[in-house]
């Protein structure tokens, strides 16, 4: 169903009318960081294994993260693998990649992974998505990297985002990452460009973006389609990138694929891109999902690799 991303909104947009608050309010995590499973003590500058949950790294409830740490871990190799969901901007939790999580921390046991949340946009509380949603992986990055030391990790990092999630992190590191240290992005079934026909023909999809979209932090008169759009925003400094879509995708066309594909081949920028038989990463056969877990694996170790 073409409109499946506005049906979604309104179907969210009218529950948080209704109940007068954000998505995400009534699972406020508690005040305290809880430490969970494999560790051997509370302090995260041990070299045991350790995990910590629900980390705050701003003022919003929704502004938290939970980070796996491995043991034998140093400020010298153990880079960073973060994950981020999808859900239209509007919807999702860091819940909802458990099985990526799970399938990320067997791969690559020498990594440090965040499973991070973001504030879900909500025009009924006056939260729209971009370009906070961006900003918030920032701020992630940056706390991360100030606690480096008691940590003990080497503040390099790879973004994995899946949906809305893959859009969030192609456009940070497109466009937020200064200071380069983010070494590759994993994009699944990531919205790409906003400008496609797809979406411009749609006039429902312009009310979408209206309300997603901050406009008083972009220049005036900016084409918001085109600020908030991945494949206008590759240059010479893009990381490497690996894409999986699908071929008959209800939700992001194929065409937003062949897209970055093609901007990323012109600005050299190293990247592979698959394409499977199916719907939104939801319907892909067995072998398909094998074969995206090799790719990845592959990908992974080759752009953020861990030295022991």
Request: charged fraction near 20%; hydrophobic fraction near 40%; charge should be negative.
């Amino acid at each position: 169903m073409k409109y499946s991303w506005l049906y979604l909104f309104i179907i969210v947009l009218s529950v948080s009318v209704s109940t007068g608050c954000s998505s995400g309010d009534d699972a406020t995590p508690s005040d305290d960081t809880t430490q969970t499973d494999d560790t051997t003590g509370d302090d995260p500058t041990s070299a045991a294994a350790a995990s910590f949950t629900d980390v705050s790294y701003g003022d919003n409830p929704q502004q938290v993260y939970d980070i796996y740490l491995p043991e034998a871990r140093s400020e010298t190799k153990t880079k960073v693998i973060i994950l981020v969901h999808g859900g239209g901007w509007i919807e999702g939790d860091k819940a909802d990649m458990a099985e990526i999580l799970a399938q990320i921390r067997a791969d690559f046991p020498d990594h440090a992974v965040v499973n991070m949340n973001y504030v879900l946009a909500n025009p009924a509380a006056n939260l729209p998505a971009f370009p906070y949603q961006f900003l918030d992986v920032d701020r992630v990055i940056e706390q991360l990297t100030a606690q480096r030391e008691e940590l003990m990790i080497l503040p390099e990092f790879g973004l994995l985002g899946t949906s809305a999630g893959a859009h969030i992190s192609l456009m940070y590191d497109y466009v937020y990452d200064d200071d380069d240290q983010v070494k590759f992005v994993a994009d699944i079934v990531g919205p790409t460009d906003f400008t496609d026909p797809f979406y411009a023909d749609d006039p429902n999809f312009s009310l979408l973006l209206q309300l997603l979209v901050d406009a008083s932090q972009y220049p005036s008169g900016a084409d918001l389609a085109q600020a908030t759009s991945p494949v206008y925003q590759v240059s010479a400094s893009a990381s490497p990138t690996i894409m999986f879509y699908g071929d008959a995708d209800p939700l992001v066309p194929l065409t937003n694929g062949n897209t970055l594909d093609a901007r990323l081949s012109d600005a050299m920028i190293d990247h592979s891109y698959t394409v499977y038989e199916g719907g939104h990463g939801d319907d892909w056969s067995p072998e398909s999902y094998v074969d995206l877990q090799v790719k990845l694996r592959a990908f992974i170790s080759n752009y953020l690799p861990v030295n022991r």
